[in-house]
């Protein structure tokens, strides 16, 4: 596939391949001087990391390795530090860039010529627009009482506090906090922009290492990208999928963006609570009620590993239903789910069946590239004990996810699939009460069904249903557009797109 078909040092480095991080930290901004801030940000997009330099640093981070192996020494750590940015509808609005609202819409529809500019410049995705308060609250999924107050609009207008959000990560301690520091310091200097809200993430310790706090391996199947990625998928891997999912104006985009969006992407920031101790108190008390853990050596691992779809060390269940597999096969993703009528190995609701049905569909065109990372402090001794999570201590998943179209992404896949209980489609008669909910991140609500999944029970037709906790709190977060650096460069930082005239108009 020609590499060339994309340029690298036009993308943010964290949408693809991936900024190294073994710490993260975002820091959510309100732009107070639009004008002053185009100028900090046009003289500090060198230190922007684009999708060339984090290519770089994996080939370095190989390299040392390889190294480490050959020596027999243990690999030095390398900072590796990485800064990318973007922005909600608010803030484009705030730099003066068309985004078209509900109360602009009669002033453009009324005038040819304004119609003709919002045409060429104006981002599209309704979304996006509305930002993830309004979408999800609105439509009834998210709990308004749960969200975090800084993700909230305010007063009369609902204001939404957000404008933008800076990626800030490092794999050394010492350089983390100091490039944190120099970010924060760069754009809130004379106020031309107020932190909203800073969150931390940090990759867990030791072997928990690549692990989500219910400790399962994080981040496993990312799709394989056409003009990207150069392996080929193997088997019975999903296939290649085109770059315009996760790029806008890339080939498989089908949403008509103007052109200086290209090689940009809608990032999802997602904030989830996890409450582990809870979750594991859950499998303990139920496990010997699943119909497949009777003599088996862990039935609460066992069915753990039925709920997400992978055992904790990654190995698939479809793959290996009875054991994790010694670490042979923990990053695997050589499956399909076939044959796509039973569920036998891995049930149709399962977590990783539910986010990639792979057979259970046609094709692969609800697709996202995944960057969450852990934050909060490891499950301590009094809270295991207690089989509750201490509320002074608040962990979880800083879900974060790209694709280039959140209605078709994230929300999609949020909302059509992960909460709908009849999802994969057409298993009703597999499944006695449909495949079930998505056990982890599937949301209920009290106009929803009661939360329960379907599990396989060696029937044809599965009667098994098990009733569910929930033990994710979504707490928020936002959708934001993380612009390409040419884009950052002229257009976002460049002139007003509003003039006089138009917001007279307005």
């Given at each position: 596939?020609?590499?060339?078909?994309?340029?690298?040092?036009?993308?943010?480095?964290?949408?693809?391949?991936?900024?190294?991080?073994?710490?993260?930290?975002?820091?959510?901004?309100?732009?107070?001087?639009?004008?002053?801030?185009?100028?900090?940000?046009?003289?500090?997009?060198?230190?922007?990391?684009?999708?060339?330099?984090?290519?770089?640093?994996?080939?370095?981070?190989?390299?040392?390795?390889?190294?480490?192996?050959?020596?027999?020494?243990?690999?030095?750590?390398?900072?590796?530090?990485?800064?990318?940015?973007?922005?909600?509808?608010?803030?484009?609005?705030?730099?003066?860039?068309?985004?078209?609202?509900?109360?602009?819409?009669?002033?453009?529809?009324?005038?040819?010529?304004?119609?003709?500019?919002?045409?060429?410049?104006?981002?599209?995705?309704?979304?996006?627009?509305?930002?993830?308060?309004?979408?999800?609250t609105g439509e009834g999924w998210d709990d308004?009482?749960?969200?975090?107050?800084?993700?909230?609009?305010?007063?009369?207008?609902?204001?939404?506090?957000?404008?933008?959000?800076?990626?800030?990560?490092?794999?050394?301690?010492?350089?983390?906090?100091?490039?944190?520091?120099?970010?924060?310091?760069?754009?809130?200097?004379?106020?031309?922009?107020?932190?909203?809200?800073?969150?931390?993430?940090?990759?867990?310790?030791?072997?928990?290492?690549?692990?989500?706090?219910?400790?399962?391996?994080?981040?496993?199947?990312?799709?394989?990208?056409?003009?990207?990625?150069?392996?080929?998928?193997?088997?019975?891997?999903?296939?290649?999928?085109?770059?315009?999912?996760?790029?806008?104006?890339?080939?498989?985009?089908?949403?008509?963006?103007?052109?200086?969006?290209?090689?940009?992407s809608f990032l999802v920031i997602r904030d989830?609570?996890?409450?582990?101790?809870?979750?594991?108190?859950?499998?303990?008390?139920?496990?010997?009620?699943?119909?497949?853990?009777?003599?088996?050596?862990?039935?609460?691992?066992?069915?753990?590993?039925?709920?997400?779809?992978?055992?904790?060390?990654?190995?698939?269940?479809?793959?290996?239903?009875?054991?994790?597999?010694?670490?042979?096969?923990?990053?695997?993703?050589?499956?399909?789910?076939?044959?796509?009528?039973?569920?036998?190995?891995?049930?149709?609701?399962?977590?990783?069946?539910?986010?990639?049905?792979?057979?259970?569909?046609?094709?692969?065109?609800?697709?996202?590239?995944?960057?969450?990372?852990?934050?909060?402090?490891?499950?301590?001794?009094?809270?295991?004990?207690?089989?509750?999570?201490?509320?002074?201590?608040?962990?979880?998943?800083?879900?974060?996810?790209?694709?280039?179209?959140?209605?078709?992404?994230?929300?999609?896949?949020?909302?059509?699939?992960?909460?709908?209980?009849?999802?994969?489609?057409?298993?009703?008669?597999?499944?006695?009460?449909?495949?079930?909910?998505?056990?982890?991140?599937?949301?209920?609500?009290?106009?929803?069904?009661?939360?329960?999944?379907?599990?396989?029970?060696?029937?044809?037709?599965?009667?098994?249903?098990?009733?569910?906790?929930?033990?994710?709190?979504?707490?928020?977060?936002?959708?934001?557009?993380?612009?390409?650096?040419?884009?950052?460069?002229?257009?976002?930082?460049?002139?007003?797109?509003?003039?006089?005239?138009?917001?007279?108009?307005?």
């Amino acid at each position: 596939m020609a590499s060339l078909m994309i340029r690298k040092a036009n993308i943010q480095g964290d949408i693809w391949p991936g900024l190294p991080k073994r710490f993260q930290t975002f820091l959510f901004f309100q732009i107070q001087n639009p004008d002053a801030f185009k100028g900090r940000l046009k003289r500090f997009l060198p230190r922007i990391t684009t999708a060339e330099q984090a290519c770089q640093y994996k080939d370095r981070m190989k390299a040392a390795k390889e190294e480490a192996d050959r020596s027999g020494m243990r690999k030095a750590m390398m900072a590796l530090p990485g800064i990318n940015i973007a922005f909600t509808s608010t803030g484009l609005t705030k730099l003066g860039k068309f985004v078209l609202t509900a109360k602009d819409q009669g002033a453009v529809k009324k005038d040819r010529a304004l119609s003709q500019v919002f045409r060429d410049k104006q981002l599209r995705g309704g979304l996006f627009e509305k930002g993830m308060y309004a979408d999800l609250t609105g439509e009834g999924w998210d709990d308004p009482q749960e969200i975090r107050t800084e993700y909230k609009p305010f007063g009369p207008d609902n204001e939404r506090l957000i404008d933008g959000v800076l990626l800030v990560t490092s794999s050394c301690p010492d350089d983390f906090q100091k490039q944190v520091a120099e970010v924060t310091d760069r754009f809130e200097d004379e106020g031309v922009v107020r932190m909203i809200m800073t969150r931390h993430g940090t990759v867990r310790p030791g072997e928990h290492k690549g692990k989500e706090h219910f400790g399962y391996m994080d981040g496993i199947s990312q799709p394989v990208i056409e003009g990207l990625d150069t392996r080929e998928p193997v088997e019975k891997e999903p296939v290649r999928v085109k770059p315009g999912l996760i790029l806008c104006g890339q080939p498989g985009d089908c949403m008509p963006q103007p052109a200086w969006a290209k090689d940009g992407s809608f990032l999802v920031i997602r904030d989830l609570q996890q409450l582990v101790p809870e979750y594991d108190n859950w499998l303990e008390e139920n496990a010997s009620k699943a119909p497949f853990t009777a003599g088996h050596k862990d039935p609460p691992q066992k069915l753990a590993a039925y709920l997400m779809g992978r055992w904790k060390n990654g190995t698939p269940v479809d793959e290996s239903p009875d054991d994790d597999g010694g670490h042979k096969i923990n990053l695997s993703n050589n499956f399909d789910f076939e044959p796509r009528d039973e569920h036998h190995k891995c049930p149709f609701a399962a977590h990783i069946r539910k986010m990639r049905p792979r057979a259970d569909l046609s094709n692969d065109h609800a697709v996202i590239i995944r960057r969450g990372i852990p934050y909060g402090e490891e499950v301590s001794e009094q809270e295991k004990a207690a089989r509750q999570s201490d509320i002074a201590k608040d962990r979880g998943l800083l879900f974060t996810c790209y694709q280039s179209d959140v209605r078709t992404g994230f929300n999609f896949l949020t909302t059509r699939w992960a909460s709908n209980h009849q999802f994969p489609d057409g298993k009703d008669k597999v499944v006695n009460g449909g495949p079930g909910i998505d056990p982890i991140v599937g949301q209920r609500l009290p106009i929803h069904p009661a939360r329960s999944i379907g599990l396989p029970d060696k029937e044809v037709a599965s009667r098994h249903r098990m009733t569910l906790d929930r033990w994710v709190i979504h707490k928020g977060g936002e959708y934001f557009f993380s612009p390409s650096i040419e884009a950052m460069e002229g257009y976002l930082t460049g002139p007003s797109d509003y003039s006089p005239v138009f917001k007279a108009k307005l």
